[in-house]
């Protein structure tokens, strides 16, 4: 590339200012809006860093496709559609998936909260506290001993006390008996998913695996079945920007998946993984110079899939 | 491959008693559903071809992709984009994009009937004779001299007299000043390019057109910019087979269209275009056995771009 | 009552200012907006009236009351109710009373637009015109010789000009069958009869029918049967204000139409009918002055039913 | 009346066998299906009692008037409406009163569940356990020492247990900060008023307070303000039957309350007040034949107010 990652960096770092940090969770209104960082990992291992890129961050509605990932690991691929469904909701991340007072599974999508919440019933355990170790443990697998794969109790605290609106979800997935287990069980897995901190490095590397079939980036080493890789990477193709996911298809060109902690982990295929990381957001919740910062990366390194 | 493109087709043909004939179409209700055809070209264009490739039918809603090259050749992304949106609505292909009695372009989509129609009216010339001629002859350009497009005008009429539900979307386009011109006028131009028909052969053209950059596969000739290709390929994965779309990623991974008329064209960018024909559809009105067979076709081939 | 009707006329006229002639119908936009009259027409034959009682204006959708009782008239109740649901819609006049991608007629309503052009096509008569000279043959049988009841020309081709929505909903009960006439004409009725024109005395008049059993004021002559007035009155109460029948109910008490050309049809059963005409309109579409006139004059003559 | 109150109980008893007995609280599943009673107390304190009137069963949401009268009676109209709206929903009784992903508090109404849990959050006191005792105590006083008014302890455990539902709905609301305190707290209360129970006499003696001004029927004791009386009979008439309120209207013609334990409470203003219970319900989750007895009521004893 003409451009360095340095330079990209640069030249995005002024839409920091036009995003905002989201308000509905206290401890994510401390962050710093000016940040921005990236990693990039290509498939033969090679890493840039530019940046932010070493600021620790909570993973947030990243974790999704991890959650995915443990489901059909644990299900296989009809048990999972069994349960959650695979269409854009149309709708934002927190929307309830609900129409015509009926609730049916085949509305919800596991990347936005709703269905990843009843995706979380899906994770193989005896307690919930078990399916969140497991779910850490995979995320720690993706992301390779490097990385720094924490829990933000912080975070999670904030999370678990101002979360009447996934209750509210939930507590719908239980009426329509979507979600069998206790609500306060499942939701506490799924704060503590929300919560888990990592930096841009540890997106890179986890975007990655989805970007190299399934195997760990340099070692080769087999992960995950590439079925689930590709099965992933559709998703988040159509759906993981939320109702953002189609701008994002037409202006970047790659899978993706945005966390409102601030984090894009992003996927091209057969070239590389890449973690970012600006904490103000646009309107629909993505990161807003982090999008940009993509859209550039996508341009300079042609790396959409279309 | 191992498996040849005939036994592909063979392998799939029995699928195709399991859709339907659309019923509300009386002119598409006299095919016969046991017809499966394909043709494949590659961007350096060798063909291949088997079943029913040489019916003819005609191409409804695979002119989705088509009037929106012409309405961003005729304007430009941001002009079409102010205009439409390019978000999964999460609803059938002939739902009323209406939301709490708001009607907002951005939640149209072109390849959907609200937002295809109003596309119509960012295609330029004096009279909508005129842009449906313009329209026609970038069809026959894209599809090339060898494609027989034709305009079948029994179709025509049978929409035109059975298009309630879309003269009921168009006046909710009108009410809300999305379309501003007559809106049979309007519609006359969409029910024209609903009934523009042609073979396998040719959506295998127009979508290696799409595949190959927006280059004419074999000779190379620049028939539309790159970037117009690669936008339109964007919308065809997050929402070319309608609220199927997210199930056609997982499970075939290419940009594609479909057409209530038993036509798919998908598109495997750098790879090749298909054109697909069976007229028995599933319940979202997309070809049940061409679906089957492009899911067979993307896993013999590794197609998908995920 | 201690304050005569002249008084409560003049206390209420302030409110003309605070309400906003239509913008949506050019023939309506020109009103005078600070007008206000009324007229109370008592079961035994009393009238009263003050203010701008004798300006003529379009009924608007207060002929929705008078369009079910010719439906009742040539149909009975079952077969109107079959059609038709009485139930509230939770919406606004001119809603799209459809869900989920359905439109069940019992969700319609006969005094919302959608609903009650569904009934134009309950009336009998072997064209639209001849239906449409049956209303207004019943409109003026209701209101008596001494009512001026026309059909202002102006205001139908204003409303005919400007019918975008209402062509929207009428195409959508075409597609559902719920309508199979031409579209064209039973909307021209429709437009029709929103076009009739009277003051309000002729509603006072109507109203009163209503009130008294179906009998003509007075000489007690049988006009409709006294289940049918009811039923009318039934409807009235739970839906004739629009999304505003609640507020109504619990500020005024009585069953009562308005329609967006300024006037108000009340009923006090067993007391009297009321007409009131003011034209400027609350966001709800209900004349603002005329409903606070209602509310003083429920609250000095007792006149709720609750 | 030519005909005996014990006579139309017999009338209707067949209805019984039409109905169904709600599966979603399991201690409400194990009633008599063919039980039906009535008990009419008109303003002048005449009784009379027929069939299985003496039957003591949870009072559900008819407690909803009540709950909406001790919120008037502790803050006034305008800080109830400012909470709560007075418009028919359009839906069913425990829908989500929520449109295009926003909540507004004029979108709920106090007769169905969500604005009923709103209105908990209204009543004055310190704990909602005093709340709940100030419910109760008014409860108490509208019925007369004569009435069995308890709580059934077994109805609250298996509301409690099994409502995810209410749950949502509240969490919801708490989302919106239209209640800002503890959710299981508020539902507490909510479910405890649901619970109280009472016989046909309780609900007639209860519905004549309405029906006689707000003063006890015989003494003539004022109880609660005759302008609070008639605000609750114009929301029962408008909205207490749910989304059958339209179908109520027209067949019977009083306001009225249902609740899923089988009882009916209908107010004839200015003659009587009526308790009704047959505990197997109609789709919408009104008392089947309890709705037809009311009906055969009315026409005998010509009670509608239309």
Known sequence: MGVSLEEMVAACRPYTRQGQLPGYIPALK???????GACLLSCDGRLSQAGDWDVSFSIQSIVKPILLLQALLDNGVDTVRSHVGVEATGKPFDAINYTDQVLDSQHLNPMVNMGAIAVCSLIRGGSYQERFRRLLDLTRLLAGEESRIQVNEDVYRSEKANGSKNR???????????????????LDCYFH??????DCGGLARIGCVLANQGRRPGSGEALVPPEYARFVNAILTTCGMYDGSGDFAVRVGVPAKSGVGGGIMAVAPGRMGIGIFSPALDPKGNSLAGTRLLELLSRELDLSIF
């Open 30 to 36: 401390q962050g710093d809006p000016s940040r921005l």
């Open 168 to 186: 509210a979800l939930a507590y719908l997935l239980k009426t329509y008996g979507i979600i069998r287990d206790d609500v306060e069980d499942v």
């Open 193 to 198: 998913a929300c919560a888990i901190s990592t």
